[in-house]
């Protein structure tokens, strides 16, 4: 399986923020990248995926404070929704990021 791949699967259990269904699916991304991996393989590749998201939030350990402190933004306009549109576009940046790599 390729990196863009799985990626893909879960983008498919993450939480979409629209809805008030924040029970139905996952909201972190690692989350969703740890129960999209069903065998040893896609778990490595999925903990390659998670620390090459955790070394590009470091210091932060998650997204919602990488968002306010490193990109300034303000505490009002950070709703779990935004945060969320964030986390799914980001995703859709990865999976094209590790396509062009050549995954």
């Known amino acids: 399986m390729?990196?863009?791949?799985?990626?893909?699967?879960?983008?498919?259990?993450?939480?979409?923020?629209?809805?008030?269904?924040?029970?139905?699916?996952?909201?972190?991304?690692?989350?969703?990248l740890l129960h999209a991996?069903?065998?040893?393989?896609?778990?490595?590749l999925s903990q390659r995926i998670r620390d090459d998201i955790e070394v590009r939030l470091h210091p932060w350990n998650n997204l919602?404070?990488?968002l306010r402190y490193e990109a300034n933004i303000s505490e009002k306009d950070l709703t779990y929704k935004r945060v969320q549109a964030h986390r799914l576009a980001w995703m859709n940046k990865l999976i094209k990021e590790y396509k062009a790599k050549g995954d």
Do not use: P, V
């Not at 863009?4 to 969703?32: H, N, P, T, V």
């Not at 991996?37 to 490595?44: G, K, V, Y």
């Open 2 to 32: 390729k990196t863009s791949e799985l990626i893909k699967q879960a983008k498919e259990l993450l939480w979409d923020g629209k809805d008030e269904c924040e029970d139905c699916k996952e909201e972190f991304i690692c989350y969703a």
């Open 37 to 44: 991996s069903s065998n040893r393989f896609q778990m490595e």
């Open 64 to 66: 919602y404070s990488w």
